[in-house]
């Protein structure tokens, strides 16, 4: 299947260290998105990186796409304590449907 | 910033009832999604529609959900007859064409007793 995988699935910091959390995905794709999702609630959208792009930036949020590996990672750069949440990568091909990984929890310890 | 809605936050229904997800897209945008996520699980996609029609769906989609979009506005689910295992958060996500980003709503917690 084309599922994104993260890694890994939990991680746990202090506040004001940088949190790298790491994708994989087993088919080629069009599009990688990450997104944000706070306990109980809805994803919001962070980033999309399309296929011919290697890096993305958006504030303190670093992505990285590496279609060689199949794998996208994004980090979080000076973690803050509202940054604790799931975070999923989702792919798609082309066609609408998005398909997502089992998320990365965070913890941003104050 | 414009942003999806969804009613209701939580419906609690009995097992064989009909429910209906209502949710408000984002206004300039022309495809639409319905995804659920079980609790605990990763977010799983239903169906997108385009142009007044179901452009995909998946094999969870059977014959038991439909959607509609029923005026200008709102974009609903509805599941006939729920059955336990329906019991999840259903959002609904809208976008534009170009590059696929999808725009989510806060989600409906379904709870089928």
């Known amino acids: 299947s084309q599922q994104g995988e993260e890694d890994p699935q939990a991680l746990s910091i202090q506040e004001g260290e940088n949190a790298t959390m790491n994708c994989s995905y087993k088919t080629s794709i069009n599009n990688l998105q990450w997104y944000r999702q706070n306990s109980g609630r809805g994803l919001v959208h962070l980033i999309l990186i399309r296929s011919n792009e290697r890096e993305k930036h958006s504030g303190r949020l670093r992505v990285t796409l590496d279609t060689s590996k199949k794998s996208s990672s994004l980090l979080i750069t000076a973690s803050r304590a509202a940054d604790t949440a799931s975070y999923f990568c989702a792919t798609d091909r082309g066609a609408q449907k998005l398909v997502f990984g089992q998320g990365t929890r965070l913890t941003i310890n104050p | 910033e414009p942003e999806v809605t969804q009613t209701p936050s939580h419906q609690v229904t009995q097992m064989g009832q009909e429910v209906i997800l209502r949710c408000v897209p984002i206004?300039?945008?022309?495809?639409f999604y319905w995804y659920r996520q079980i609790l605990g699980q990763k977010v799983e996609f239903l169906v997108s529609f385009y142009n007044n029609e179901i452009s995909e769906k998946s094999e969870i989609f059977d014959d038991q959900f439909s959607v509609e979009r029923p005026d200008g506005s709102n974009f609903t689910l509805k599941i006939r007859s729920t059955k336990l295992e329906d019991s999840a958060m259903y959002f609904c996500a809208s976008g534009t064409r170009g590059y696929n980003e999808q725009f989510f709503g806060p989600g409906t917690r379904l709870t089928v007793l």
């Open positions: 206004s300039n945008h022309l495809y």
